[in-house]
Each structure stands twice: as structure tokens, then as C-alpha cells.
């Protein structure tokens, strides 16, 4: 059973453009909510992440919108680069484990 | 540099040999995990550590599988009888505890068994 659903699986979009991944989750008891990125041969890389008791969070070009009620959260990249281009995994803690998404290829075309 | 560090980077084995990574946290981190990535799939758990106890294992961890903190500081994962479904990355990741969630990974170990 799949704790935490990401989409798209895959996204094109083009430099300047604002990609918007989405994910979803069901248990309530997660209090933590990360967003990695990973290059082909890397470890995950953390890169932003938020807590329940906030409804958005920015650092840099990367911004997450957080839904309490609708148990949902995305991520915003703004200004995409071709920099940018690799996997996002979105994920969810309850503290000491964490559940990961599928991932979402992102392709920024320059 | 002074993030988590994992060895070796590459491993191909032959089915049914042992093999032992080891990952050495960021010094200060008291909790050190343990994940296992297939291609095109997210991370997915297999145990965690609280200093040198062993706190929690998915079921996805097999009698196969071993891991070890024995000081609280580095980290043994064992694979006994490799399977070729084993092939896939193993990544270690590490926190601070305390009430600090963010998990930094390492860059795995990529297992291949032939």
C-alpha cells in the first residue's frame, strides 16, 4: 500500500516555466513532510521541506503549498533551469521512518 | 566533506555470495537508516537505528539481511545469499534526532547480483 501518491510521473516544462509536482497522503499522523531531489547516480538530496502547522513554506525557487483538510502538498518550482532537470520525491514522517512517493521526472528544456 | 558517507559505491556479486556495506553518518547524528531504491521507484525503509539500538525493521528486511551500530557511530548492512532481486540501490540516511526530522542521505551503494 502506497502511504504517500505523487504525480505527475513525468514533466516537461520550459525554462522560465513553473513545474508543480503534487502528492497525497492518507495518515494523519504524519507531522513532517519533505521534498528530495536526485540526480542519476546520487543519493537523494533534501531540499525543502514542511510542518502541518503551516500552509506554505519557501526557500529560494522552491516553494510548498500544504492542505491540511484535503491531506494533500506540492511543490512550486519557480524560474526552472535546465539545472533543475532530475527526480522529485516527495515524503512523509511520523518521526521515525519515512515514507517515500514515486518520484516525478522533471525535464526542464532550455 | 562532511555528510554521510557510504561504501563501497558499486557492488556486483555473484547469486548467492555475502556482501556488507557500511555507511559512516554525519558525526553528530544519532539516528541512522537504512533504504533500499529499485529503478523508477521512491526510497522504500528497511530499518532504523537509535545510536546502536536497532529500533525498528520493515518487513521488507529478510532473514537475510543484517545491520549493525555496534558503537552508534557507522553502520554494517549484510546481505547473506544474495538473490538477484537484491540488485537495486541501498541508501543510508542520518538525523539528528532530538525533535531535528531532516534525514541527509548518503550516495548508496548501487548492488548488482549476477
Known amino acids: 500500500q502506497q502511504q504517500v501518491k505523487q504525480s505527475p510521473q513525468s514533466l516537461i516544462v520550459q525554462k522560465g516555466g513553473i513545474p508543480i509536482i503534487n502528492c497525497a497522503y492518507e495518515n494523519t499522523a504524519f507531522d513532517y513532510f519533505p521534498w528530495y531531489q536526485q540526480f542519476p547516480g546520487k543519493g537523494p538530496a533534501l531540499l525543502i521541506a514542511i510542518r502541518p502547522d503551516v500552509s506554505e513554506k519557501k526557500e529560494g525557487r522552491f516553494t510548498i503549498s500544504f492542505n491540511k483538510s484535503a491531506k494533500q502538498f506540492s511543490l512550486h518550482i519557480m524560474d526552472s533551469q535546465p539545472g533543475d532537470s532530475a527526480t522529485y520525491f516527495c515524503a512523509a514522517s511520523r518521526g521515525n521512518q519515512f515514507y517515500f512517493g514515486t518520484g516525478t521526472s522533471l525535464t526542464v528544456i532550455p | 566533506d562532511t555528510g554521510v558517507s557510504q561504501d563501497p559505491r558499486h557492488k556486483i556479486t555473484k547469486r548467492g555470495q555475502n556482501v556488507t556495506f557500511r555507511c559512516d553518518p554525519i558525526?553528530?547524528?544519532?539516528?541512522l537508516y537504512w533504504y533500499r531504491q529499485t529503478l523508477g521507484q521512491g526510497p522504500e525503509f528497511l530499518t532504523y537505528f537509535q545510536n546502536e539500538a536497532q529500533l525498528e525493521k520493515s518487513r521488507l528486511l529478510s532473514d537475510r539481511f543484517s545491520a549493525e551500530r555496534p558503537k552508534g557511530s557507522f553502520s554494517t548492512l549484510e546481505i547473506q545469499r544474495t538473490e538477484q532481486g537484491d540488485s537495486a540501490m541501498y541508501l543510508c540516511?542520518?538525523?539528528?534526532?532530538?525533535?531535528?526530522?531532516?534525514?541527509?542521505f548518503g550516495q548508496g551503494t548501487r548492488l548488482t547480483v549476477v
Open positions: 540516511a542520518s538525523s539528528l534526532g532530538w525533535g531535528r526530522t531532516e534525514a541527509f
Open positions: 558525526s553528530e547524528h544519532n539516528r
